[in-house]
């Protein structure tokens, strides 16, 4: 299925809106503010990505960053009620079950119950450069 990434320049509004929020600016397509990461501060970028998660157990979607480089990544798919949050673990409940991996060119959405099937997801992942 499609995915997008959200924010950047194609999107003057939300540049606006980042550049204009606390501690937040934007620069290659995606927000950053500058944190320490391992003693060092760095620009920490966030890129949002949002789309339908495939018909089966498994949706990919392409991150372009460095692996090593990757902070953290959320991830939240719609069950037809609610959004179910995951933050790369299995959430444990048999009909909201999402594992996330992450590879050095994918986030996988991984082990997905059937009811979060062809539904809506948003994942959020933060990196340095």
């Not at 809106?17 to 990461?37: C, D, M, P, R, T």
């Not at 979607?61 to 069950?79: A, C, P, Q, R, Y």
Request: glycine share 8%; proline share 1%.
């Amino acid at each position: 299925m499609g995915t997008n990434i959200e924010g950047g320049n194609d999107r003057p509004g939300i540049t606006h809106q980042l550049n204009n929020a606390s501690g937040y600016s934007i620069e290659k397509n995606a927000g950053f503010k500058w944190e320490n990461v391992n003693g060092t501060k760095r620009k920490v970028y966030t890129k949002y990505f949002t789309g339908k998660t495939d018909n089966d157990s498994l949706t990919t979607i392409t991150h372009g960053e460095d692996f090593d480089k990757i902070l953290s990544v959320t991830s939240m798919v719609f069950n037809g009620t609610n959004y179910v949050v995951s933050e790369a673990w299995i959430t444990g409940e048999a009909n909201n079950n999402i594992a996330v991996d992450i590879t050095s060119t994918e986030i996988r959405l991984n082990d997905l119950s059937a009811n979060l099937w062809e539904e809506n997801y948003r994942v959020k992942m933060e990196y340095y450069l």
